[in-house]
């Protein structure tokens, strides 16, 4: 599977950006999908999750009520849709897919088989 993130930028404080990520290689539909983000100096941290069907879907609290998970499985792509954007969202996102069939959010990096190479977020105060 490869995955391809798109749609970083800088914005200020408060302003919204939504990240696409585009899959190939293996039937989208059959992928449980999920967003991650790493800041300079900082692990990996996990920020959304959707299920295969798009049914189910888990923000972590920092981001609740400010981000919104989507997929579309026609065209192989989830969206991260960001809003109220503050300068601690400041990290390189990342897209993920994992291939084991199951219909819900997963949290934990550890369980997804494929990563995107990153999109730069950088949010100016």
């Known amino acids: 599977v490869q995955l391809q993130a798109s749609g970083g930028g800088l914005v200020q404080a408060g302003g919204s950006l939504r990240l696409p990520c585009t899959a190939s290689?293996?039937?989208?539909?059959?992928?449980?999908m999920g967003w991650f983000r790493q800041a300079p100096g900082k692990e990996r941290e996990f920020v959304s999750a959707?299920?295969?069907?798009?049914?189910?879907?888990y923000n972590v609290d920092s981001v609740k009520g400010r981000f919104t998970i989507s997929r579309d499985n026609a065209v192989n792509t989830v969206y991260l849709q960001m809003s109220s954007l503050k300068p601690e969202d400041t990290a390189l996102y990342y897209c993920?897919?994992?291939?084991?069939?199951?219909?819900?959010?997963?949290?934990?990096?550890?369980?997804?088989?494929?990563w995107g190479q990153g999109t730069q977020v950088t949010v100016s105060s």
């Open positions: 993920a897919a994992e291939s084991r069939y199951r219909d819900y959010p997963i949290k934990n990096g550890y369980e997804y088989d494929y």
């Open positions: 290689g293996r039937t989208f539909s059959n992928l449980g």
């Open positions: 959707i299920s295969r069907s798009g049914a189910r879907a």
